[in-house]
C-alpha cells in the first residue's frame, strides 16, 4: 500500500493513501476533535467538529472523511477553527435541551468535554428550548431526545456493528430526530436485540440506562472496540 507524505502543522508526517486526516494527525499525536466519529464505525462528517485548514484550499475540510495527499499541509489549530468550533458547539447547545447539572451523563459527556476544551462559556445564540419526548418504553434503555445530537453513532453502531439496524433518521433540520424501526416506540421495536451498543456508543445522555441517575452514566467503548478488532481479524474463527 503506498504511503504518502504530508505536514500537519507543520510536523512531517507519513501515512497510509486510504488514511484520513484524522487517522494521520491521531497518529502523529495531534488531537482533532470530534463528536459523530467512532472508531470502527463510518465516518459521515456529520457534526464537523474535525474541520481542517489545507493550505491551498478556502474551505474547511472535515478530518475525518478527507483523504491524505502527497505533499498536503494541514493545519489543525487556528483562530478561525477555534471560531467554527465554538460556533457549532454553541448551535449543539442552543438546538436542543442541554442542562449538563440534571443529566445521567454529567461528568461523562463527549459535548460537556469538547465545551470546556473550546472555551465555551455560554452561549450566543437564542435557545431552542423544543419539546421533544423521553422514550423509557425499553425494559432496560431509554432515549431522551432533548439530549440527542444526531451524530448518528447509534444508527452506524446498530447497523454496522450489531446488524440489527434498529435506530435511523427521521425528519430534517432541528425537526430531526432518532428513531427504532417504523418510528415505534423503542420497547416495541422488534428488530432491536438490547445489545446495549447504542448505549455504549452515545456521546451525551440522550441513550441511557434506565435506573441511571445524575452523572451515573459512564461508558466503556473498549467493548466497542474489542468486537471490531475481533471481527477485523476473524478471531470468532475457532
Sequence with gaps: MAVRTLTIDGKPVSA???QTVLDAARDAGIEIPTLCHLDGATDVGACRLCLVEVVGTNRLLPACVTRVAEGMQVVTTSERLREYRRMILELLFAERNHVCSVCVANGHCELQDLAIAQGMDHVRFDYLFPKHLVDVSHPRFGVDHNRCVLCTRCVRVCDEIEGAH???VAGRGSRAT?????N???GSATSCTSCGKCVQ???TGAIFRRGSTVAEMDRDRTRLDF???AREKKQWIG
Design 178 to 182: 432518532v428513531i427504532t424501526d417504523m
Design 227 to 229: 468486537i471490531v478488532t
Design 184 to 186: 415505534v416506540p423503542w
Design 16 to 18: 497510509l493513501e486510504e
Design 166 to 168: 434498529t435506530w435511523d
Design 201 to 203: 456508543a452515545c456521546p
